[in-house]
């Protein structure tokens, strides 16, 4: 499975950007995807994911009302759509996916992209 994330960039704070990540090769039909963000000095930290089959997501508590996330199964691609930007929120991201859904392992990782907020 090979995964690439795309959509970063540099925003204002409040500002908006939407992120993908698209999966490629031997994919399920059920499976979890996560996102996660890493900041200069600063360890991993998980941000949110999805369920496949059944779109059931769920969120770190600092972006719970600002980012959602969201699938395109036909394109086997996830959305990570992020409202209401932070200069915190500033980081690389990353996707991961897990084959096992009901304890994810996230064996497999895309690239990350870089989404940087000016205050």
């Known amino acids: 499975v090979q995964l690439q994330a795309s959509g970063g960039g540099l925003v204002q704070a409040g500002g908006s950007l939407r992120l993908s990540c698209a999966a490629s090769?031997?994919?399920?039909?059920?499976?979890?995807v996560g996102w996660f963000r890493q900041a200069p000095g600063k360890e991993r930290e998980f941000v949110g994911r999805?369920?496949?089959?059944?779109?059931?997501?769920s969120f770190s508590e600092f972006v719970k009302g600002r980012f959602t996330i969201s699938r395109d199964n036909a394109k086997n691609t996830v959305y990570l759509q992020m409202n209401n930007l932070k200069p915190e929120d500033t980081a690389k991201y990353y996707c991961?996916?897990?084959?096992?859904?009901?304890?994810?392992?996230?064996?497999?990782w895309g690239q990350g992209t870089q989404v940087t907020v000016s205050s």
């Open positions: 991961a996916l897990s084959i096992n859904v009901r304890t994810p392992g996230y064996e497999f």
């Open positions: 090769g031997r994919t399920s039909s059920s499976y979890v």
């Open positions: 999805i369920i496949t089959r059944t779109g059931i997501t």
